[in-house]
């Protein structure tokens, strides 16, 4: 077990511009986040996903960014036409679903996004 | 919308000291209650997780306490080194959300030698 990982885990790229972060979660953990946290703040949730569904998105993703996990394992989030506002580390996370026993969330390492 | 508030925001103890964070929250309505430790530029490691019906975990020399029906959370450090310096982040999780985590902002925790 690796825990979750997260690549790139530094970005910076010009604004306009379309990037694409990707994260492998544990292995036998069907629940996968995406959470962004800017500096001085703690992490806000952006969406989830159980196995391939897609469940709930938060008003902060905006039409700019979408989310996939198409086979349930690895999920990829992407920015398109990066605004200086998105500069942020994104945060992936995994879990077994709620009523699980044990399940408490672990989060990967982040990819820092700086928009310039 | 639950809300979560940690207190302080930042806090410098001399090293060996025993110390308390604390978080409050909302909702009373959740389903777990998470502690998180952060490094500066990293990601977040779970410290210890408590579920809605009970009322403490420990680890080490780390010890959380969760008061629902007051919306109260402790974490208690007991004997704090240097390496303890990092901020700790509470979250809670509401029944049938998901697991989703609404957090604080943290407190920044420095334990000088």
């Known amino acids: 077990d690796t825990g979750v990982s997260q690549d790139p885990r530094h970005k910076i790229t010009k604004r306009g511009q379309n990037v694409t972060f990707r994260c492998d979660p544990i292995s036998e953990h069907n629940r996968l986040y995406w959470y962004r946290q800017t500096l001085g703040q703690g992490p806000e949730f952006l969406t989830y996903?159980?196995?391939?569904?897609?469940?709930?998105k938060s008003r902060l993703l905006s039409d700019r960014f979408s989310a996939e996990r198409p086979k349930g394992s690895f999920s990829t989030l992407e920015i398109q036409r990066t605004e200086q506002g998105d500069s942020a580390m994104y945060l992936c996370a995994s879990s077994l679903p709620q009523g699980s026993s044990g399940n408490t969330i672990y989060f990967g390492e982040g990819s820092w996004l700086t928009v310039v | 919308k639950q809300e979560v508030t940690q207190i302080p925001a930042a806090l410098s103890v001399p090293e060996g000291e025993n110390l308390v964070l604390n978080c409050s929250f909302t909702d009373s309505a959740i389903y777990n209650l998470q502690w998180f430790r952060q490094d500066p530029g990293k990601g977040l490691t779970s410290l210890l997780l408590?579920?809605?019906?009970?009322r403490e975990q420990t680890s080490g020399r780390l010890n959380a306490s969760l008061d629902k029906s007051s919306g109260r959370s402790t974490l208690y450090i007991a004997a704090s080194q240097p390496g303890d310096s990092a901020t700790y982040l509470c979250a809670v999780a509401l029944t049938g959300g998901g697991n989703k985590l609404t957090f604080g902002t943290g407190t920044q925790l420095k334990v000088e030698l």
């Open positions: 996903f159980q196995n391939e569904a897609q469940l709930e």
């Open positions: 408590i579920q809605s019906s009970q």
